[in-house]
């Protein structure tokens, strides 16, 4: 296992845990001041800051993706939904082509309008089949450019509203049934808060291997845990087993970042030091 | 399909939807006057009333049992902390013996202390190996004295603090290991709520059968959903996909009733009869 108890060299920063506190400028700024070579930044801060710029900023500080969040949200409720997804996607693997990112993380949606609180239907096996086609679709022009699509599969109580894949067995068996001959094409990113508790994690992450591990991203789960979606933990405070987590990764062929992604209303109140000097200490001595 | 349009034949009222607004008594007596037929009583519910009070109402009152909870807490610290879960496990197959329940329904347990906010430790592979071996040891009691066992897999957002089996597969692999005979005295309890997410539901539903199949319980998955404990649905008000859930059970060979188990501070406020007015009309309706 990789020695993270000196250097930054495999700490990534996802830009989402500290977007409360600073704008996608100011948050290079940061990770390049403290020696954090890389971030996954999301679409919405990359577009309020201006692409050009951030690809630019990334260049001039030497600071690389660790992916690019997030693509996704096939399932529609109609033909025009569906296209427009597509559509979107296909932006999305333009920008990180861009940016230089490694790939992109696709968060794959599901109960159309679920996540507005007016799902147009139940029928969950029809957002997952929408899903696989709208993969299958975005693929092929992620081959074209080169860009590796991610899948993250979700923690379970965000099926309905935002992924309805949500086991990393899933996940695979949707990337062997698109991209067999495992080209690199298409992975997962294996998140530690989505997937700790999964029974097969540790076998799951084997089978992934080198070619389908594209993203590994920390943090903690609470307990309690007081919110479905903004309660994440630091890592250390809470009961994933991160240590152990990251040797099966490694040991399944996986070389890069661990990055930090907190969606917490507590920490998005700490100023921007105190987060970061967090994530450092921690990355050193639980991640 | 079992027609559930008329009459309550197949309705079963797990009575910790009831539990803030009457004592377990006072729900017999509801649920007599309306000809609700079954009832899943809790352990603390049952103590309070009293055990022999209780089983001579329910014979008085023809009111049978769809399941008795809970066992289960299996996972200890130390050894005292094992023991004293297997003698209260035996226990409580005496309590369901006694009230004459076709199963005793565990929640298995988790990391120990979790519940309490203090967590022992984090190694959840410890402590479902420990829940295999407390079902182990409890089995043989209640195989003696003819009490099915029911593991009840929980969602996974309740997988550090109450339950660490999380999927209908991972309690089914247990049944598997723990009674490859299927005689019947092992096996699971489905709660929509928990389990509606998975992907491999309809498989392992079909994989139990009937032998396995010994509860099924309802409610809904609300969106958005506020509590990670407290915030289930009323059947109707959310995404689950019940009667298509219902005919897997069905097919399967599961005939008994569907058990109605909401915790809910909502519903927890509305006087009794409007929430057991609502049950039974969302039982014709919806389930």
Tied chains: 1, 2.
């Excluded at 591990?213 to 309660?231: E, I, M």
């Amino acid at each position: 296992m990789r020695d993270f108890s000196a250097g930054l060299a495999h700490l990534a920063i996802n830009t989402a845990t500290l977007r409360k506190q600073l704008e996608l400028p100011a948050i290079l700024e940061a990770c390049a001041r403290r020696g954090i070579r890389s971030v996954c930044p999301w679409r919405d801060q990359v577009k309020r800051a201006g692409l050009a710029s951030v690809a630019r900023q990334l260049r001039d500080s030497q600071i690389a993706l660790s992916g690019y969040c997030r693509g996704g949200f096939f399932p529609a409720a109609d033909a025009l939904g569906l296209r427009t997804a597509l559509d979107d996607n296909r932006k999305a693997i333009d920008e990180a082509k861009t940016l230089g990112a490694p790939c992109l993380v696709l968060v794959v949606g599901a109960l159309p309008g679920a996540l507005q609180g007016r799902p147009a239907h139940k029928d969950i096996a029809l957002a997952r089949a929408q899903v696989v086609d709208g993969i299958a679709a975005t693929l092929a022009y992620a081959r074209q450019v080169a860009m590796p699509l991610a899948i993250e599969p979700l923690h379970p109580m965000q099926a309905a509203d935002r992924a309805c894949i949500n086991t990393t067995e899933h996940a695979l068996d949707i990337c062997d049934a698109l991209d067999p001959n495992r080209s690199g094409a298409l992975g997962v990113a294996i998140d530690v808060y989505h997937t700790w508790w999964d029974p097969k994690l540790e076998s799951q992450i084997a089978r992934a291997g080198r070619d389908r591990l594209l993203a590994y991203h920390v943090c903690d789960w609470l307990l309690p845990t007081r919110d479905l979606l903004n309660d994440r933990g630091m890592m250390g405070d809470g009961i994933v087993e991160l240590k152990k987590i990251r040797a099966w990764v490694e040991a399944a062929g996986y070389l890069g970042p661990a990055e930090v992604e907190i969606f917490s209303e507590r920490w998005w109140n700490e100023p921007t030091e105190v987060l970061l000097d967090t994530c450092e200490a921690r990355y050193h001595t639980v991640v």
